[in-house]
């Protein structure tokens, strides 16, 4: 199963969904007043937002100049410049990446949601340690409204060291900030799941489906878990729930071929 994976990439692509360098061939060489800086941060905001749907697409070329349009004409936007370093991450151009977050970090000191691209992406290049610390700058921040959401992506990159302790902790953090954080108990099923404690595992996964819809990735934890717990009776209600309502899904490709 790959769901882990699945999860960490929609956690990295939770917030994301929001050069032309001679830049004077893209503006009109008419006579008349020069253009307002007002009139730029508009051009700016329009380009950001073509850089995003561009990105979605994964036309992460398109993406790229687009957003570089848009820091050229305002670069005092911290989001523009992760999501600029986010393309690059797509682009294979690790080192523009590195030089794109550093700038959205100095650009948006406080702005949580470029730090926490920030740890993610030294999360993907194994630098643990470094991501780590990113994460608990964050985390420790007074003004940070929602913790548990950089403790729950805190998680996920320990998974990945792994420190199967410390993603736990890490998790059970975040649900002690909310009780119901759907990231942080599908993440504890896993884990639970992936270090033969499927008791537990089953547990959380139910307290996760309480209030949260099914995906395939979900009733395939299912049936694994109750697989492993030798309950033959949930592990069908689960198969069937896979193979009805997400019949093209891997998931019930993996069930219906008997792959584990």
């Not at 998974?159 to 410390?166: C, E, L």
Request: charged share 25%; aromatic share 8%; proline share 4%.
């Amino acid at each position: 199963m790959n769901m882990s994976d699945g999860v960490t990439r929609r956690m990295r692509y939770l917030t994301i969904f929001a050069a032309c360098f001679l830049l004077g061939a893209c503006i009109s060489t008419t006579t008349g007043p020069p253009k307002s800086e007002r009139d730029d941060k508009d051009a700016a905001a329009i380009y950001f937002q073509l850089g995003i749907q561009y990105f979605s697409r994964g036309n992460y070329q398109l993406s790229r100049e687009r957003l570089l349009l848009s820091v050229n004409l305002d670069p005092s936007r911290a989001i523009v410049w992760s999501t600029l370093a986010t393309t690059y991450e797509q682009l294979g151009n690790l080192r523009l990446a590195e030089e794109s977050h550093d700038k959205a970090l100095r650009t948006g000191p406080r702005n949580f949601d470029v730090q926490n691209r920030y740890a993610l992406f030294l999360c993907s290049q194994r630098r643990f340690d470094d991501a780590e610390k990113q994460f608990e700058r964050s985390i420790s921040a007074r003004i940070n409204d929602f913790p548990e959401l950089m403790m729950t992506n805190a998680g996920v990159c320990m998974s990945q060291k792994p420190d199967y302790a410390k993603a736990e902790s890490y998790f059970r953090r975040a649900l002690e900030r909310r009780s119901n954080h759907p990231e942080a108990l599908l993440q504890m099923a896993l884990l639970k799941h992936q270090t033969a404690d499927d008791l537990t595992a089953r547990a959380f996964l139910q307290r996760y489906r309480i209030a949260n819809p099914a995906s395939p990735g979900v009733l395939y934890l299912c049936v694994l878990i109750e697989d492993v717990l030798g309950d033959q009776r949930a592990s069908r209600e689960c198969t069937t729930e896979l193979l009805r309502d997400f019949p093209g899904s891997e998931e019930s490709k993996r069930i219906l071929s008997g792959a584990s």
